[in-house]
């Protein structure tokens, strides 16, 4: 690689952990530079022991969130959006707008264990309080380019069947043991990161399992090269910037105090409801998203 034109790496982390959950990114640290990429868990699942304690049912409101498998299978069933199996190159979209309750909408398949990252990445102001929307995308209707799920936006003129807003990619990537790979983000996208889940990529530096690297502002291509004997996996992440302040709350994020305020009430508005309807577990013990 020709270290002296490729991206450079002005971050890295490898976050904090909370047993099969690691925390790479919040919307307190790195999201506030990495905007509208404001969040980022990775989790890895051993399912062949004792299970361990669910997520809990939690709100959100002015975010979308997209979650991914690098490993194995997850089960969804939502009277509205039907039931099947996400695997790797899948998606579960939940733009969650103007409030929702879930945390349990999914279940392991029958696998020994379960790998994948959550995102979340804070919506624009004319989305921020808007009706929910939930989408589960099986494999076979998302779409490639070389190497590259096509989660979240468009890439190599492939559009991701992904109902987002514009400016803003997100891929899923595999290289095999030797192989390289170069991403040109689309003109503006001067935000940029990845983050590895099994094996070792090369980024100008090594970046190893378990951890996310930052690039510079810049609109300049990211050149890969996995660098391991084994299958690289990762998610990468480019957009325009998100020119608004974030404004937290405990599972919020808005651009203003009013837009939290009203998400915020909505979300306990909500709450009331869904205590009320009581035990809505479905057949095959998922929960589905409350909007």
């Given at each position: 690689m020709n270290t002296s034109?490729?991206?450079?790496?002005?971050?890295?982390?490898?976050?904090?952990?909370?047993?099969?959950?690691?925390?790479?990114?919040?919307?307190?640290?790195?999201?506030e530079y990495l905007k509208p990429f404001v969040f980022l868990d990775i989790f890895d699942m051993d399912l062949r022991g004792p299970a361990g304690p669910r997520m809990p049912i939690h709100p959100h409101s002015g975010?979308?969130?997209?979650?991914?498998?690098?490993?194995?299978?997850?089960?969804?069933?939502?009277?509205?959006?039907?039931?099947?199996?996400?695997?790797?190159?899948a998606v579960e979209w939940m733009r969650a707008g103007g409030g929702v309750w879930h945390g349990q909408e999914m279940s392991p398949a029958d696998v020994p264990r379960v790998q994948g990252f959550q995102l979340w990445l804070a919506l624009p102001p004319e989305l921020e309080n808007?009706?929910?929307q939930s989408r589960y995308i099986e494999a076979d209707a998302m779409r490639r380019?070389?190497?590259?799920?096509?989660?979240?936006?468009?890439?190599?003129?492939?559009?991701s069947p992904v109902?987002?807003?514009g400016g803003v990619n997100y891929l899923l990537v595999t290289l095999r043991p030797g192989e390289s790979w170069t991403y040109q983000p689309p003109a503006g996208h001067s935000v940029a990161?990845?983050?590895?889940?099994?094996?070792?990529?090369?980024?100008?530096?090594?970046?190893?399992?378990?951890?996310?690297?930052?690039?510079?502002?810049?609109?300049?291509?990211?050149?890969?090269?996995?660098?391991?004997?084994?299958?690289?996996?990762?998610?990468?992440?480019?957009?325009a910037p998100h020119e608004h302040d974030l404004h937290l709350g405990n599972y919020s994020v808005h651009t203003t105090a009013q837009a939290l305020e009203a998400g915020e009430n909505r979300i306990a508005e909500l709450r009331r409801k869904m205590v009320a309807e009581g035990d809505r577990r479905t057949g095959s013990g998922t929960v589905p998203v409350y909007r």
């Open positions: 034109t490729a991206r450079r790496i002005l971050h890295r982390t490898r976050g904090q952990g909370h047993g099969p959950i690691t925390r790479l990114m919040s919307p307190s640290d790195l999201g975010i979308a969130t997209v979650t991914v498998l690098a490993k194995g299978q997850m089960h969804f069933e939502d009277a509205e959006a039907g039931s099947g199996t996400l695997g790797y190159g808007a009706p929910p380019a070389g190497p590259a799920h096509v989660i979240v936006g468009s890439y190599a003129g492939v559009d109902p987002a807003w990161w990845m983050a590895v889940a099994s094996g070792a990529v090369d980024a100008e530096a090594p970046v190893p399992a378990g951890e996310m690297a930052v690039f510079e502002d810049s609109e300049a291509p990211i050149a890969l090269k996995n660098t391991g004997a084994e299958d690289a996996v990762f998610v990468l992440g480019s957009a």
